[in-house]
């Protein structure tokens, strides 16, 4: 049974820093895409950033701010979020693409941005 499990979120103020981490494990099937995803109150979730074969992809509103980087021996993925904003808050979710299309995510974690 294939586990997503993050960790690091948390209150933080504006113009700080945060690191996510996620670790899949599990998985008999390689795990090609990694990547976390947010909700914000009322809004649909959407992709914050995402790695794949060692290209990486960015919302817009997070480009220059946040980082993500993986350690493909540890099947874990990490967020760096550097100078965060208010509208950076919300419920954070890790995700898992094998190379048959599997998705997997983990349960969230909450990072509230204090102005």
């Known amino acids: 049974q294939v586990q997503v499990v993050e960790s690091g979120g948390g209150l933080v103020q504006a113009g700080g820093s945060l690191r996510l981490s996620c670790v899949v494990s599990?998985?008999?099937?390689?795990?090609?895409?990694m990547g976390w995803y947010r909700q914000a109150p009322g809004k649909q979730r959407e992709l914050v950033a995402a790695?794949?074969?060692?290209?990486?992809n960015y919302a817009d509103s997070v480009k220059g701010r946040f980082t993500i980087s993986r350690d493909n021996a540890k099947n874990q993925v990490l967020l760096q979020m550097n100078s965060v904003k208010p509208e950076d808050t919300g419920v954070y979710y890790c995700n898992a693409k094998n190379r048959v299309g599997a998705n997997y995510w983990g349960q969230g974690t909450q990072v509230t941005v204090s102005s």
């Open positions: 790695t794949s074969g060692g290209s990486t």
């Open positions: 599990g998985s008999w099937l390689v795990i090609n895409v």
